[in-house]
């Protein structure tokens, strides 16, 4: 087997290699190329041992009976065909995150699609222009949904194999377990909604809770992260590693090292990084995620077998992904239009910036009732997770360059999703933002003033709303229009 390479292997050449390299049973290996775009995705619920083998089972809603659900590997610019079927007990969809397909295939009840009632089937047809990491999950009864484990996630591979070692996939989940090993209950309680959503005290890893992860001396590896909690951020460190980032929300970026080392995830974000592997064989190295003060915890470790080095000198190739075919706004006819986050608890438990804005009198009524929003954007919450009458709080003509300036004025992160489009990430407090970054879902720490930009030129009502489940429920929510 050779032991380096320049750029792109041939596709043989690249599955021999990855063949010689399988370290482990059980490693999701990237190596293989999807063999067709069609899927048959079920449902239901489902038992699973997401705290170890020597714990209590879980009981879970699941994709396929597994958690997270099966891997869907699309190919680029290929058609592509998934059949959902609904086994659970409830109405449900699926939102394919990040993918820029037709409305029709956004999987918003009662905006995009009528939900997929139990027992019933739904097809999704799209051909996704844009190859990277996504994700899928429900999006009707979200917060529950997706808490009792509905999610996988989507590779959309390169038309040409990117050359690395491996090619792997973490998809991160938060739980709330009991001792007994089940999911505790009270979904949707007002008043976490109202400060940093729901958080929970188990983390997994693809589905299980992970003490190690085995990787080998010299090899490149291309790590694909996922973040699909309802409300946990991460910010991941690799002990003695230099990981750099290669592409965000599955949008290729400059490669570059995360800000001080951590790298930052909020819900539904992705990252990928490359890490060449230059530990000692047979060490063990932590992966940590210390973003919340006073509460970091060992995700996993990066446990080198005893083996010798993969190649004999660390790799200088840089490692490259073909940029995808994104429309760059134009600065010079671009239509710029603000939008401001507003509510939950302050210091003193009482609701944020609600009260004083303009249309103030209707919000301070919906504040002042027990069951109100603990949310708006401009003055208007929308609540839950779509239905037939949001009423577009802006319409962009097709084609149209569009500047969001997104302005936090609440004491809690968000991290701000848009369906249907990528955005640019243009400035951060007025700050630059470097290394091109393309974002479908934009963490937002409180006060921050964010400015996004993107050509609205995919037709169809789409959702912006925060990826913090509770706070999208409970108002965090609006809709645009590209008409
Ligand atoms: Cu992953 Cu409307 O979201
Ligand atoms: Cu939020």
Redesign the pocket.
């Known amino acids: 087997m050779s032991t380096e390479f320049n750029g792109r292997m041939s596709r043989r050449g690249f599955l021999q290699a990855g063949a010689g390299l399988l370290l482990a049973a059980g490693l999701p290996s990237s190596q293989v190329r999807a063999d067709s775009n069609e899927y048959r995705i079920v449902a239901a619920q489902a038992r699973s041992r997401l705290a170890g083998p020597d714990r209590p089972e879980t009981g879970v809603w699941a994709y396929d009976g597994t958690v997270p659900g099966r891997l869907v590997r699309l190919r680029q610019g290929e058609p592509a065909r998934l059949v959902v079927e609904n086994r659970l007990d409830e109405d449900t969809t699926v ?1 394919w ?1 990040g993918i820029r397909l037709p409305n029709a295939m956004d999987g ?1 009840p009662g905006l995009t699609q009528p939900p997929i009632r139990s027992g019933e089937s739904f097809v999704y047809e799209f051909t996704p222009p844009d190859a990277g990491t996504f994700w899928y ?1 429900p ?1 009707a009864n979200s917060l529950e949904q997706l808490g009792r484990g509905l999610a996988g996630a989507v590779i959309v591979e390169e038309r040409d194999l990117v050359a690395v070692d491996r090619d792997l996939l973490w998809l991160l989940a938060d739980w709330r377990l009991r001792e007994t090993g089940e999911i505790a209950s009270g979904f949707s309680n007002r008043m976490e909604a109202a400060m940093s959503g729901r958080i929970g005290n188990t983390v997994t890893l693809n589905g299980e809770v992970s003490e190690t992860e085995p990787v080998r001396a010299g090899e490149r590896v291309r790590l694909r992260l996922v973040n699909g909690s309802l409300a946990r951020i991460m910010a991941l460190r690799f002990e003695e590693h230099n990981p750099v980032v290669v592409a965000i929300d599955g949008q290729p970026c400059d490669p570059h090292e995360p800000e001080a080392g951590r790298i930052l995830l909020g819900p ?1 974000m992705r990252v990928d990084v490359v890490l060449d592997m230059q530990g000692e064989a047979g060490r063990r190295y932590g992966v940590v995620d210390d973003f919340y003060d006073g509460l970091s915890y060992q995700l996993t470790e990066l446990a080198y077998e005893e083996a010798p080095p993969l190649r004999s000198h660390p790799l200088d190739a840089p490692f490259v992904l073909p940029r995808n075919p994104l429309p760059d706004p134009d600065p010079a006819a671009t239509e710029r239009h603000d939008l401001t986050l507003q509510g939950g608890m302050m210091g003193g438990g009482m609701m944020a910036g609600m009260g004083g804005m303009n249309g103030g009198g209707m919000m301070q009524g919906m504040m002042g009732t027990a069951g109100g929003p603990a949310w708006a954007i401009n003055g208007m919450s929308m609540t839950g997770d779509g239905h037939a009458d949001m009423k577009p709080a802006l319409t962009f003509q097709r084609g149209r360059s569009v500047a969001l300036i997104l302005r936090n004025q609440t004491a809690w992160w968000h991290p701000m ?1 848009l ?1 249907g489009h990528s955005m640019r990430v243009l400035s951060r407090n007025g700050e630059p933002v470097p290394h091109r970054q393309w974002q479908d879902t934009v963490l937002m720490a409180p006060k921050d003033v964010v400015e996004v930009a993107f050509v609205a030129d995919n037709p169809g009502d789409w ?1 912006l ?1 925060c ?1 913090v489940m509770d706070h ?1 429920m409970s108002g965090m929510m609006t809709v645009l229009r590209v008409a």
């Open positions: 939102h995150h918003v999950h999006h539904a999703h369906h959702m709303h990826h999208q």
